[in-house]
């Protein structure tokens, strides 16, 4: 049905006949000459209809946007004056000799054309094949695939296997809720969507496969976010006999790699590197921005005598810290605006927002409600800790040291956002020596997940302080987003299951839910690690999207829901009765 794509006809194919088909962008009337701007997946081209092909002329009359055409006619110059230099095509025409209606189309309910047009993500999401059909979301789409094939090539060039793994598996504890499927033949028993295929790829390594990779669909029954999918993909990857360092470089020359040949940037070689504690000492975050040119000053140890509740009570608390941030320029933020960010960190479980204005030189140039609580002195001290100037603000951070990190890290992300402090460009780095458990619910559980190896040999050093114990885990962070992490994996069963016993799971659970990744721990079991990249994250970051959904050609709303297919949806009870299932209003 045609020759050619659209965006590929050029001066190179001057005076042949070619034959296209595609969408009408739009129509223009000329004085009675008609001009269609005819799009495919490959960009537009200028279509000319005389009056003179009168077949042609008189289906051109009747055509509105997005109907579905073919043309047959002659590649030729545009007139001077006319050459339209911001599309490839933009130097010729297509002299049109005949024109086929293939199929009409009903009025659009949003425009689809070069201009930006407010429309609301519920109404893009239902029509999404004509969401697909903008320039801008269908460049996203080719991007994405561009990205995947050279992960893929690179791979493929390192030795890896791609290896499929299964979708119905059964639960495992990886931190958020699975989905659920009935199984018919099984009645009572249910498989699990997977969170990761992490027990899998361990066991291919345990097989003998040494380098895996997936481009793998994974499942989190979980809230989501504007980076955060129901399903999402992965690119997945697991070797053997490497060490986290030598796993790093691979990867780090991949992620440089697909950078230069997609964006032409350079990343840095190699990638900087930051210890977790660090991290969160600095930023209260394990995935910093470093782009944002604001740290933490940890000043508890100049408030623990002050006569002052707030401060004093978490100073002298080992569980707690109290941080100072300095926003440069900040002097000039209205009550309003510091009110706002006062309920912004409310959300993270801050319980206010302290602050010091220094609006002048001396103690009468300083402002803030808290300065009648901390002596002359220790105000000094923290102007001169913090490197604070006339014209900036200081915020205060104190509490547990969970709610100070999480709330003056976002603080810390919003202030650099509203005030313009973010640096332009790409900062990517590794966090490594992450801990191995953290605490929450009077328990611990893991930090990475539960078969990630300690910093240790030793199943008697990890039992005897479980606390400070840290992993061979690392995360690659790029802007403040994490792209993938991984880790070394335990492949000693007496260590695994000390970790089980750690994270309070007793041994027949363990048998019971790990008994055959225990089982091949004991039967010949490699050294082995690897890594995870969010392949709609790293897609997200890369064309400059706000959101994963507009990377994925068919993805669900924040509330889980398809609008293009009204999914989920009741199902007819014969399939219910088939499974054993029963729906019961609460």
């Known amino acids: 049905m045609r020759s050619h794509y659209c965006g590929q006809v050029t001066s190179a194919l001057l005076d042949q006949e070619v034959k296209l088909a595609g969408w009408v962008h739009r129509r223009r ?35 509105r946007s997005e109907f579905v055409v073919q043309v047959k006619g002659k590649v030729r110059k545009r007139p001077e004056g006319t050459i339209n230099t911001n599309i490839a095509t933009g130097e010729i025409e297509i002299a049109a000799a005949e024109l086929i209606l293939l199929n009409r189309a009903d009025p659009l309910p949003f425009p689809i054309d070069d201009e930006y047009h407010e429309v609301g993500e519920e109404t893009r999401l239902h029509y999404r094949y004509l969401d ?39 639960a495992t504890p990886e931190g958020a809720r699975d989905y659920l499927v009935p199984s018919r ?106 782009r944002i040119p604001l740290e933490f000053v940890d000043v508890a140890d100049l408030l623990k005598t002050v006569d002052f509740k707030v401060f004093a009570d978490p100073a002298n608390d080992a569980q707690s810290r109290v941080v100072a941030l300095k926003i440069p320029d900040g002097a000039s933020l209205s009550r309003k605006e510091i009110d706002g960010y006062t309920h912004f960190v409310s959300q993270f479980g801050a319980r206010g927002l302290a602050y010091i204005k220094i609006n002048a030189e001396g103690k009468e140039g300083l402002q803030s409600p808290i ?10 001290q923290i102007i001169e800790r913090t490197k604070a100037k006339v014209g900036d603000i200081i915020f205060f951070g104190a509490d547990k ?12 992300l919003k202030v650099a956002h509203d005030r313009g402090l973010v640096e332009k460009g790409w900062n990517i780095l590794w966090v490594v020596d992450f801990p191995m458990f953290e605490k929450g619910e009077g328990r611990l559980s893991a930090c990475h997940h539960p078969f990630t190896s300690p910093q240790t040999d030793s199943v008697d050093t990890l039992l005897k302080d479980p606390d400070h114990m840290l992993a061979r885990a690392y995360d690659m962070v790029l802007n403040g987003s994490e792209l993938g992490g991984g ?32 089982t091949a721990m004991r039967l010949g079991c490699p050294p082995h690690g690897g890594i995870a990249f969010g392949l709609d994250r790293i897609v997200m970051l890369m064309v400059g999207a706000t959101s994963i959904r507009d990377v994925i050609a068919f993805p669900k709303t924040q509330t889980a829901t398809c609008p293009l ?8 009870p014969a399939q219910l009765i088939d499974l054993g299932i029963r729906v019961v209003k609460e």
């Not at 989501?224 to 993909?233: G, I, K, V, Y």
């Open 487 to 518: 880790s070394i994996r335990i492949n000693n069963a007496a260590m695994q299951k000390a970790v089980f016993q750690v994270l309070n799971i007793n041994e027949e659970e363990a048998e019971a839910k790990f008994g055959h990744l225990l």
């Open 132 to 170: 697909i059909r903008r320039p801008e979301m269908f460049s996203r789409l080719k991007m994405r695939a561009q990205i995947a094939r050279y992960l893929r090539h690179y791979l493929d060039e390192h030795g890896f296997i791609d290896v499929e793994t299964p979708f119905l598996t059964r």
């Open 185 to 290: 033949t099984h009645p009572g028993s249910f498989f699990a969507l997977p969170q990761s295929p992490q027990q899998f790829k361990q066991l291919l390594m345990m097989s003998g496969i040494d380098r895996y990779y997936q481009i793998v669909k994974c499942f989190r029954d979980e809230d989501l976010r504007a980076d955060r999918q129901p399903e999402f993909t992965q690119l997945d990857i697991e070797t053997s006999f490497l060490t986290e360092h030598e796993i790093q470089s691979l990867m780090e020359n991949m992620i440089r790699g697909l950078f230069k040949d997609i964006l032409n940037v350079d990343l840095p070689q190699p990638f900087p590197r930051l210890t977790y504690a660090e991290a969160m000492r600095r930023f209260g975050s394990d995935k910093p921005d470093l």
């Open 29 to 63: 009337d000329h004085g009675g000459v008609i001009f269609v701007d005819l799009r495919d997946r490959e960009g537009i081209v200028q279509v000319v209809i005389a009056p003179e092909q009168k077949a042609a002329f008189s289906i051109a009359e009747t055509l």
């Open 565 to 572: 297919m009204d999914a989920p949806a009741p199902v007819e």
């Open 401 to 412: 040291a969970g709610i100070v990190n999480d709330a003056l890290g976002a603080l810390r």
């Open 371 to 380: 300065l009648k609580f901390i002596p002359e002195e220790v105000v000094a």
